[in-house]
């Protein structure tokens, strides 16, 4: 039998996402079928249901809703569902459940409960014979291949890139802004400035991650990276909601990573920046916006997310590597998590 060195699956899976964006290109026409159904459907809002990894892509696709296809979107909460036992009216409502397992009790349960409630529900999965695509009307197969590190990597970004060209087809769009992707992807994963970030927190025992706008999911998903594979005590918070209160316990024990990338929200996160740097925190910043100093290609904002995490990823990798640990294998956590 092969002797597992850490981290080897978590690696391999991080180097194998350009291949699988160009898989995912290279189906657009069967999402943009999907697309095209929902758009004749004409749904009043669209509603959003994940755990985890997948609560983020959810979160990005609400940015995407809204600001692409200008209808109101919200995250929901499955255990209204399946604790609380609410039945609201969601007639005429599109309601997406984003799982890669789609195996998790919970998310199925609250999409049969809103399909038989008139939602028109969609199953964004990386698993075609998942209980959740059997749940629901639509479906989208993310196609990233197994992932056998329980931290998500490419199952993550391959969600993000499907969801971008689920909304983009809805609006009747090709996925422009995602058109050598692929290539994109690999000029990102060959970015320097990794291994300095990886010295400069391998003692940290907080960090804090923060962004604005698409990328406050990028950040979201880096702090739970860090957390699950280096045990950091890691958070999340939009760069503007950090200055609301959280800004007050930085100092300089504590290390920062800001997403800033080209677009309306890298540029809202300077003043932030400022303000995080005088409090005496360790910064470091990620993305395509100039000065970052771990650079990244730029792209249009609304795909920035979709190659942004991949240095992160990186970076939990090494992070973890650095503090003795296997990324692979993070204690007490499985690559399915079943709740109710």
Same mark, same amino acid.
């Given at each position: 039998?092969?002797?597992?060195?850490?981290?080897?699956?978590?690696?391999?899976?991080?180097?194998?996402?350009?291949?699988?964006?160009? !898989?995912?290109?290279?189906?657009?026409?069967?999402?943009?079928?999907?697309?095209?159904?929902?758009?004749?459907?004409?749904?009043?809002?669209?509603?959003?249901?994940?755990?985890?990894?997948?609560?983020?892509?959810?979160?990005?696709?609400?940015?995407?809703?809204?600001?692409?296809?200008?209808?109101?979107? !919200?995250?929901?909460?499955?255990?209204?569902?399946?604790?609380?036992?609410?039945?609201?009216?969601?007639?005429?409502?599109?309601?997406?459940?984003?799982?890669?397992?789609?195996?998790?009790?919970?998310?199925?349960?609250?999409?049969?409960?809103?399909?038989?409630?008139?939602?028109?529900?969609?199953?964004?999965?990386?698993?075609?014979?998942?209980?959740?695509?059997?749940?629901?009307?639509?479906?989208?197969?993310?196609?990233?291949?197994?992932?056998?590190?329980?931290?998500?990597?490419?199952?993550?970004?391959?969600?993000?890139?499907?969801?971008?060209?689920?909304?983009?087809?809805?609006?009747?769009?090709?996925?422009?802004?995602?058109?050598?992707?692929?290539?994109?992807?690999?000029?990102?994963?060959?970015?320097?400035?990794?291994?300095?970030?990886?010295?400069?927190?391998?003692?940290?025992?907080?960090?804090?991650?923060?962004?604005?706008?698409?990328?406050?999911?990028?950040?979201?998903?880096?702090?739970?990276?860090?957390?699950?594979?280096?045990?950091?005590?890691?958070?999340?918070?939009?760069?503007? %909601?950090?200055?609301?209160?959280?800004?007050?316990?930085? %100092?300089?024990?504590?290390?920062?990573?800001?997403?800033?990338?080209?677009?309306?929200?890298? %540029?809202?996160?300077?003043?932030?920046?400022?303000?995080?740097?005088?409090? !005496?925190? %360790?910064?470091?910043?990620?993305?395509?916006?100039?000065?970052?100093?771990?650079?990244?290609?730029?792209?249009?904002?609304?795909?920035?997310?979709?190659?942004?995490?991949?240095?992160?990823?990186?970076?939990?990798?090494?992070?973890?590597?650095?503090?003795?640990?296997?990324?692979?294998?993070?204690?007490?956590?499985?690559?399915?998590?079943?709740?109710?």
């Amino acid at each position: 039998m092969t002797e597992h060195r850490p981290g080897e699956s978590m690696r391999a899976e991080i180097d194998q996402q350009p291949a699988v964006f160009a !898989g995912v290109m290279a189906r657009r026409g069967d999402v943009a079928k999907v697309g095209a159904l929902i758009a004749a459907r004409q749904p009043r809002f669209a509603l959003f249901a994940a755990r985890g990894s997948s609560d983020h892509a959810a979160l990005y696709a609400k940015y995407l809703t809204e600001v692409l296809l200008k209808l109101p979107a !919200g995250l929901v909460s499955p255990s209204t569902t399946t604790l609380y036992r609410a039945e609201p009216n969601l007639t005429d409502v599109l309601y997406v459940t984003v799982s890669q397992s789609g195996g998790s009790p919970d998310l199925v349960e609250a999409t049969l409960a809103a399909r038989a409630r008139g939602a028109l529900t969609v199953a964004v999965t990386n698993t075609a014979d998942s209980p959740l695509n059997e749940a629901a009307e639509l479906s989208v197969d993310i196609g990233a291949g197994p992932e056998l590190a329980v931290a998500a990597t490419k199952t993550y970004s391959a969600t993000l890139l499907s969801l971008y060209l689920l909304v983009d087809a809805i609006r009747g769009q090709d996925g422009a802004a995602a058109h050598g992707i692929d290539e994109t992807a690999a000029r990102a994963l060959a970015a320097e400035g990794v291994e300095a970030a990886v010295a400069r927190m391998r003692f940290a025992d907080w960090v804090v991650c923060t962004g604005r706008g698409f990328s406050s999911a990028t950040a979201a998903e880096a702090a739970l990276k860090l957390a699950e594979t280096s045990y950091l005590s890691a958070r999340a918070y939009s760069g503007a %909601d950090l200055l609301h209160g959280p800004i007050a316990a930085l %100092d300089s024990e504590t290390s920062v990573l800001a997403i800033t990338s080209v677009g309306a929200g890298g %540029d809202a996160m300077a003043a932030v920046i400022d303000h995080v740097r005088r409090s !005496g925190a %360790d910064v470091t910043t990620v993305g395509s916006a100039f000065g970052s100093e771990i650079a990244l290609p730029r792209t249009a904002e609304e795909v920035a997310p979709i190659i942004e995490i991949l240095l992160l990823q990186r970076l939990a990798l090494e992070l973890s590597l650095a503090r003795g640990r296997d990324p692979d294998h993070p204690r007490g956590l499985s690559k399915i998590t079943k709740t109710r």
